[in-house]
């Protein structure tokens, strides 16, 4: 997963990306990076990192300009080394282009290997970059022509920024995977994966770009053109909803608080167990439990207190410290579990062994019954479209039975939202998104030997 | 504020003292140190920031030894340099000592130009200096004789923590001011602010430090000296429940998560508004929240998102961005908000201005009407014994009456808990408690010429 | 300029290189670089500074591998960013190339822009990419059969080195304009710029790389193709000789000490002055000096100290300190020189101002007379070849007779070596040399309006 | 060793520091040192390495002020931690003082167990603490004495500068062991170990502080006082002459160069070789090596190249590099040597092993005879006064004669300068300098248990 942001007609576009990847940290932990144009001429800041830890304010000034690109990257390969951080910057025959991008391509094999037979030198493995050598072919024709040309040669999810001296493009694939959304501030514009970075910079939201458009923003205005038609079959992702995106944006046109409130409203309909409080995994279960607890009438705790003073630790812990990473994050209020009838809500089991270890220490806390309800359907499929989900070996659900779940995580009830509530809370049903990590019906075919790090065995 | 920690005992020492001070992280983020003993020979390290930045796995390799204490502190002053860090450490006639010290001691300056008058060299403007000079006059008596001539010198709060080549010893003032508790781990022997840093490393709570008392820990095992005996006048710090520890710790025999939740209800005794629902100002006022939610029955949501996924940033905002500094943090929820009455509950009112700024993003998203609750009275005095509440001119509540005090934060209502209702809810009608910033009665007599940062004026 | 060290067959390759460089330091001091191969897999290295300053024992030690290629860097111009430090490395096809490159390609305009039309997309300015991109058109048809292409292709000066994951390759312009010499160390081999990098690491000389060679060497040995025929007009540059290369090499098979010693024997023969003593600029002139010391009979002296125990400062001098980028260096010994008839050693003129303030520096330390003699013809024209002289404009003797130039540097004489004193000294008499920057005569026709920088105005 | 620089009267007094140390950076490699006053407030900067290194134009700019003091450090212990790095400052009373120290103690032990048992906490090992302890005690009855106390209690070697807010005050033991001498620019007042710094910052000398004499400079000028009498038994160092000051430094009222060219006049006419040419090691040998040829009538030649361009290493060698810490910075330059009979002069031999790698790579190089010469007596005597000497043991001539020493070097002929010799080109025949480490005679009586590192041992 990644965030990404971009500006343009602001005196400080470049403090204005640094906010918005700031507000679109949670969709890229792993490096961060702003590309500036003045007019003329493009600078770059990345590093590793958090965006507050890459930028200081010296770093800032240095990125003068009106127009900005920024991204934020999540990753959990190998692969993660600073150059392939994005934006990622070319001079390709007295030009610059920096590109940022969310999604995955399905088709990077093939057009990788086809551009090096034909010499080009590639310095990533990034999708991205093959994005830049198909532009660098056909350049010469200009970039409306040029980059419809490459929309029709890639294929898979797509929402991306690409900065030139004096423009920012923004283009979406067909079929509407990931959110892209534009907003203007002061006479200027601004596009971001999430509405919670127009907030923090209190830019207004106009609306989203839309399936196979590009958007074409300079001096004079902004121009849209519909490069290859949308999908007939939609496929917005709706994993958005259930777990990545905050709570305080709206993407796809919802507010994501309230229909995650909606998802537990649902699992109150479809599940009940005598308990003594309701009480969230925190922060991913906050807002299902609260509409669990408002629809079943049951009182609300946060029995788990989350440590909010302290960065990362990167320590192991002694041998002795057993369940420590849980621990670390996440403190049970024994005084508030001990003889109690707990019911926990959270938004998903991928792996299941963080699950396991923070039941457990709500038992080693006193609990006398726990059940636990989850407000999605049970994920059995790997994402090719950017959700970051582990081979499907590894998911939970895609080898095991729920009861089988059930005792594994030691729980005295388990109850997953059916995937009618889901669509329902999601107002979904009409076929819009795509469901296949828990339907497996991908909405573009997937020859099985691809994997998401395929340009990764190249070198 | 400051937390501190010591361990006496395991094999990792410098390392069970980095989590118990990533525990405390709360009690100040302004520096934090360890220093350790292999029985030999001390080592420390130290410096400013977080505990995590602080330290990696490298530094903390290298700080070998089975006795450790560590510190992190908060100062908003000048005078934070890393010098001012903590544990400090000296050695003196062939051996080492390092200090580790929570509180302040109210005859700083006399004791200082004194030592001064007679040669000694200050490093530092911090008091844990002076206690090392005194106890240097007079090492040659053995430690516990020295320790206790020392503890008849100082005056004012301090719960502390020195380390020898061999030895960990904890003393603490007869007014009993700030925490200090007394736990076991395989044998060991760990000391720490506040009982959240025992859970994380899994440590058994033994008991609480007690006023007036020096704990030795050596080879030989624990050796208990009330060196002076515990005043009458009994002084706990009542601010640690309402706004300080952490609520998942037990202070002075009691659960912080509890206390608040009382509090809550309290709250919901003495006022009632006709509104639509409960929200916290997250986190400080998340568990009164909760309190306040259960007592009256209004429903409980979450109506602004705290960001959680970001660092600390240091980038100032562009000018066009009003009210940056709340809304990074925290973003209201327009869809959960506009429209509606909402009753928001908070800890505590310093200054003002964050409340005020708080209060009008809620505005902003279209609330009708807002009302606050405030956990405990109004701070009116400023705390000499470690709290660092600003200088009295700068409390809003000393120089403002509640209805000014509405009316600044423009709102349509609130209340703040009564001194009764507070001290009922704290289990502290005994008088056994601190409440001078509510009431101005110092249990200590306070020279008005007095201030933290004394020592700060000497070069 | 830049030196080239590369080695094949030896455990600690990398740590070779770096004593390698170390020895050819003087020919690079901005940026250094290492490239090692265990077989399998390429690592690098590189940063700007001195080759100390760059690599340390952690770094050194995680370049493993048998094979290595190292090149350190020295240039003048804005262009010299870490990203165009060498080795530059490339994937490509799944094969890693490094490149190490001495000199200046002639045609790299017209490449370069050739290359781009055809969608190559450039990460620097530095012509040795320019070689992996013709490389990468060819690859397909073996290193040997695609290298011979690539010299084909390429015009002007370029002693190079090729890494690729089992083999270590030298090639060599067919003018031979710079020095590439090839060395023995127990059973594997060694290529450098210099003889001095052998002798730091106990290699043995064996023969230079030929011009018009290619050189691989894998683990089956050592194979020779002479790729291009030499060209008949043999264009070493004269220039190694009188400034460049270190006292202690061979270069061009003669050992550079002799012959500067040889150039001050020729001075004492064309111009003798009346005077107390002789002495050198040092380091520059001490060679020569000794020569003409040895041949006119006069006493040798060192009036001028240099500082050997500093570092290099960026510090900016008080406004009140004249002549202090001179002073700072060179420290003259009043003793010695006051009241005295001197005559001073140096080896070349460039711009004029820095030998002026070291005249005056001597004036002011109380000579009586002060003359100087040059060990070879004034420099009147630019290098399109490696050396970084300034463009003609700069050049004082492009726009200066002798006699304006004595004036200039207010001395009471001055004599340059005649061009066949320098011949004579050089043993050069064939022909065999390029000494274009004293004749304007360009053994390859120069475009005028090409430039060192070209690249860098791509932007 | 060290080297001290102090500045009274110049607005960028930090900078004038700054190249004052970097022109005494051969007293002391090993940490580095600024404080300054702007008459108010003193600031400081100090750091491990070169002065080149440990500041930058951002840390001088900081050091705002128009008095500073520095110091260069040079030690080869364990003791080299920051901490021990000068100038060294306290605060006191609410006054500052800074001091920068040249010399040994020899009473350090004693004062310091004196001050410990009264209470005194002492942050480092170094005598300057002690004497700063010492003044605290008697800092009441004003500066001129409190000093004149101070140098009544200590005693042993000391030239040093102290800096108060409003005053720069320079002191020197009463047998004037080490040099230092004042000089004066554009009004200001500048005082330092050698003129060399003076020459650098184009200051004119003016005198010798005097033994036993303390100089107070502040805004009203500058005051002298005998503080206490000059020994009657003078004890200037003689190594000065012989190697450790610069050559273009006058110390003692002496040049050096011309001494050092005296000392190989005289061993000339002590000692004659059949040999072909006179060759320093570089740069120790190098002026003696000019006196020898020119009162010898040999050829001067400059056989072994000294690596210029390089910084320090501290990579280790590959095992393989025998005599690598020889060669990396000397390269014989075998066509000058092979097959020649060479005569080498040094300046000294302490340990004899580096001068033994020496000479066998000139052997290697193909010399066939190897005479050395020595421009002092063997040295037999370990040094208490502030030359950093090995220990007795180590010294190579304490324990063997010439000849023995002559064998192990593998010489074919070696001559040490005879005492007479020495001190009669140094003109030193009155008996004023401390000729100790040859003689064994100390002109202050040294109790045999002490030792440099003493305070080390507290631990």
Redesign the interface.
């Known amino acids: 997963m990644c965030g990404i942001f971009g500006v343009f007609g602001?005196r400080?576009a470049a403090?204005?990306a640094?906010?918005g990847l700031?507000?679109l940290?949670?969709r890229g932990?792993e490096s961060a990076g702003i590309a500036v144009s003045n007019g003329r001429?493009i600078r770059e800041h990345k590093g590793m990192g958090?965006?507050?830890?890459v930028?200081?304010?010296e770093t800032?000034v240095q990125l003068k300009g009106h127009i900005a690109v920024g991204h934020v990257r999540y990753s959990t390969t190998g692969a993660s080394a600073l150059k392939n951080a994005q934006p990622f910057c070319?001079?390709?025959?007295?030009h610059t282009y920096g590109i940022a991008h969310n999604g995955n391509l399905t088709n990077s094999r093939e057009l990788r290997e086809r551009l090096?037979?034909?010499?080009?030198?590639?310095?990533t493995t990034i999708d991205s970059e093959i994005i830049?050598?198909l532009l660098?072919?056909v350049a010469?024709r200009g970039i409306e022509e040029a980059l419809t040309i490459v929309m029709e040669t890639i294929e898979g999810a797509y929402s991306c920024l690409l900065l030139t001296e004096d423009k920012l493009i923004a283009f979406r694939d067909p079929h509407g995977f990931r959110p892209l959304c534009l907003g203007i501030l002061?006479g200027g514009y601004v596009v971001a994966s999430e509405t919670?970075a127009l907030?923090?910079?209190?830019a207004q939201y106009l609306r989203d770009i839309r399936p196979g458009e590009i958007v074409i923003i300079g001096k004079d205005g902004l121009q849209s053109i519909q490069a290859i038609p949308p999908s007939p079959r939609q496929a917005r992702c709706i994993f958005e909803f259930i777990y990545f995106a905050?709570?305080?944006s709206?993407v796809f046109g919802e507010?994501v608080?309230?229909i995650r409130r909606s998802l537990g409203e649902r699992l109150a309909e479809e599940a009940r167990f005598d308990c003594d409080f309701v009480m969230p995994f925190p922060?991913s279960g906050?807002?299902a439990a609260?509409g669990y607890?408002?629809a079943s009438g049951l009182?609300?705790?946060?029995g788990v207190?989350?440590?909010?003073?302290?960065?990362?630790?990167?320590?192991?812990?002694?041998q002795?410290?057993?369940d420590f990473s849980v621990?670390?994050k996440l403190?049970?209020?024994?005084?508030?579990i001990r003889g109690q009838r707990v019911l926990v809500v959270d938004d998903s089991i991928v792996r299941g062994t963080t699950s396991r270890t923070r039941v457990r220490a709500i038992r080693e806390a006193g609990a006398s019954k726990i059940y636990m309800v989850i407000s999605c359907p049970p994920i059995r499929f790997p994402c090719y479209f950017g959700i970051d989900f582990p081979s499907r070996g590894e998911l939970i659900a895609a080898r095991h039975q729920v009861e089988e779940i059930q005792r594994y995580l030691d729980l005295d009830g388990l109850h997953y939202l059916s995937l009618e509530g889901m669509l329902a809370a999601c107002r979904a049903e009409d076929g819009s998104f795509c469901t296949a990590c828990f339907t497996g019906q991908y909405p573009i075919e997937i020859r099985t030997d691809l994997s998401k790090n395929i340009l990764e065995r190249?070198?």
Chains 1, 2, 3, 4 share one sequence.
């Open positions: 602001h400080e403090k204005l640094y906010f700031y507000a940290q949670h932990q001429e958090l965006v507050a830890e930028f200081d304010e800032l070319v001079t390709h025959s007295k090096e037979a034909q010499g080009s030198i590639f310095q830049l050598h660098a072919k010469s002061n919670c907030d923090l910079i209190q905050r709570p305080d709206n507010n608080y309230l922060d906050n807002y609260v607890a408002r009182p609300f705790e946060m207190i989350r440590n909010h003073y302290v960065g990362r630790t990167f320590i192991q812990p002694s002795s410290m057993r621990r670390v403190n049970p209020v024994k005084e508030i190249h070198p």
